[in-house]
């Protein structure tokens, strides 16, 4: 993951919960390896460690179905 494009990256979190499945990273904060990405289908704000986002079995990059 390069963290130098992660802001506006797509992400497919793999367990959906209430039809959120697609987000894009809004911000990143280095100090606290922390992301600000926002659903796709509903505009809802949400924070994640990068260590979450890096981890295959919850996130996967870019959009699939």
């Known amino acids: 993951m ?3 494009h992660l802001v506006n990256s797509k992400w497919t ?3 959906v919960e209430q039809r959120r ?3 894009r990273v ?3 904060s280095k100090s606290k390896k ?4 926002i659903s796709i289908i ?3 704000i949400h924070f994640h460690s990068l260590d ?3 981890n ?3 996130w996967e990059s870019g959009w699939s179905q």
């Open 26 to 28: 809004l911000s990143f």
């Open 56 to 58: 295959p079995e919850i």
């Open 42 to 44: 509903d505009n809802s």
């Open 21 to 23: 499945r697609h987000f």
């Open 34 to 37: 922390r992301v600000e990405l």
């Open 13 to 15: 979190h793999l367990q």
């Open 52 to 54: 979450d986002l890096k």
């Open 2 to 4: 390069d963290i130098k």
